[in-house]
């Protein structure tokens, strides 16, 4: 079936410390995405990484889409990376674009 | 331009009432979504447009009834809702399907009194 978990589901930092997330997806998942979420509601594309590594100033994505795991790093955390970020992907059988979403990991950054 | 409008953001409505939900995209995206996320839950498909025509329809109640007058429009048309469609309603689009540039909108805020 089709699986996407992430961990941990809540995590707490102080504003400068360094975090890494992690989305486990199971082998009927492909194109994997990380999305944040902030307190408004905004969902916002991180990093469209099916593999490989990407990066987009303090964050970046690893996939390894061969051991079914991504990574999300976050450097330097600062207050407003706070929120929701969801690692999502689609149905490798389907040509219809639905995601997939994990449960999310609930960050909180602390001044 | 790089967005997925929606509008209303927030909307309160009675169970006897009408109303509609608007979303719109420039970027010449094939295909449109609507999601609808409770609190502290990940969203979850309601509809899949593809080339204006519907595609996917997850099994939503006949309370909420999709449009999508051209390629750029997706509408979600609401009626007779019950308190537990309270939730946040999340218009997408993406590229292709893929999943290549999935861009969300803002999202309405629906509270049913």
């Given amino acids: ?111 | 331009d790089t967005e997925v409008t929606q509008t209303p953001k927030h909307l309160v409505m009675g169970m006897t009432n009408k109303k509609s939900l608007k979303c719109e995209q420039h970027m010449g995206h094939r295909a449109m979504y609507w999601y609808k996320q409770k609190a502290k839950k990940p969203p979850e498909l309601m509809f899949v447009y593809s080339y204006e025509k519907l595609s996917i329809n997850e099994s939503v109640p006949s309370r909420f009834s999709p449009e999508c007058p051209n390629s750029s429009l997706l509408n979600l048309h609401l009626h007779a809702l019950q308190p537990e469609d309270s939730a946040l309603y999340l218009c997408a689009s993406s590229q292709d399907f893929t999943g290549y540039g999935y861009t969300f909108g803002s999202g309405t805020r629906l509270t049913v009194v």
């Fill in chain 1, 1 to 111: 079936g089709i699986q996407v978990e992430q961990s941990p589901p809540d995590l707490i930092l102080q504003e400068g410390a360094n975090s890494t997330l992690r989305c486990n997806f199971s082998d009927s998942v492909n194109n994997l995405q990380w999305f944040h979420q902030n307190p408004w509601g905004q969902l916002i594309n991180l990093f469209y990484i099916p593999s490989g590594t990407k990066q987009n100033g303090r964050l970046s994505a690893t996939t390894v889409a061969t051991e079914r795991y991504s990574l999300l790093y976050i450097s330097s955390s600062q207050t407003t990376d706070s929120g929701v970020y969801f690692c999502a992907g689609l149905d490798r059988g389907s040509t219809l674009g639905r995601l997939y979403f994990g449960r999310g990991t609930q960050l909180t950054v602390w001044p």
